[in-house]
């Protein structure tokens, strides 16, 4: 019997910058109601990210702590990453994204993973350009995580053990159907993950078309 894997880092003081995209509030309101469900199921399992804090996972230029290992210094790379390298990389994203028009994201599935439930969505490929485009200009600190490979918010995690299955046959029981326009990216320092304590340190808007 799969077991769901515990997140037990989740709203403790960390370090996590990121690029990535916000939800409109329409669509927040959208993702909200399907997180309010999966906490009453599951009200012991499920922790859901605060709706002020999804977002649309674009890359991570600082990973959650246990990424690095026990003898790192993370308020180090930290430093490092705002003093010597984030220029750098904001003159790459921006010459990255002065071209990208506005992107359209159709969303339509709910994922359960062992460790998160997301929800998934399509694009023209757009943010694979934009990640492959990033990666190969952009020296990330070693043991940083790789950009995903798909477009997706993370809406829960999991506080507790639970059945694996029993969370997968419950969600195959909710429906998901929205687009969301990304206008711009943003660049975010977490302090207290997921997403619960956070600043915006820049955006980068995109054109004004979309594709």
């Not at 906490?39 to 890359?59: A, E, N, V, W, Y």
């Not at 994203?93 to 599935?109: C, G, P, S, Y």
């Amino acid at each position: 019997m799969n077991k769901t894997l515990i997140s037990n880092w989740l709203n403790k003081p960390d370090d996590v910058v990121m690029l990535n995209a916000c939800f409109s509030l329409e669509n927040k309101e959208i993702l909200s109601s399907i997180q309010k469900l999966l906490q009453k199921k599951f009200p012991d399992i499920i922790s859901c990210t605060r709706p002020h804090g999804l977002h649309i996972t674009l890359m991570e230029f600082l990973s959650l702590s246990f990424n690095y290992g026990q003898h790192t210094n993370k308020k180090r790379l930290l430093h490092t990453l705002f003093h010597e390298s984030i220029g750098q990389y904001d003159k790459i994203i921006v010459q990255t994204l002065e071209d990208e028009k506005n992107i359209r994201i159709d969303f339509k599935e709910l994922r359960v993973m062992p460790n998160a439930i997301l929800v998934v969505g399509t694009d023209n490929g757009a943010f694979k350009r934009v990640r492959d485009n990033l990666i190969n200009k952009i020296d990330l600190i070693p043991g940083t995580k790789a950009p995903p490979q798909i477009i997706y918010s993370t809406i829960c995690r999991y506080a507790s053990e639970g059945d694996l299955q029993t969370i997968r046959d419950f969600v195959q029981g909710l429906k998901v159907s929205f687009v969301e326009i990304v206008k711009e990216f943003r660049l975010t320092h977490e302090s207290v993950p997921p997403a619960s304590e956070f600043e915006i340190v820049k955006t980068y808007p995109l054109g004004t078309l979309t594709e």
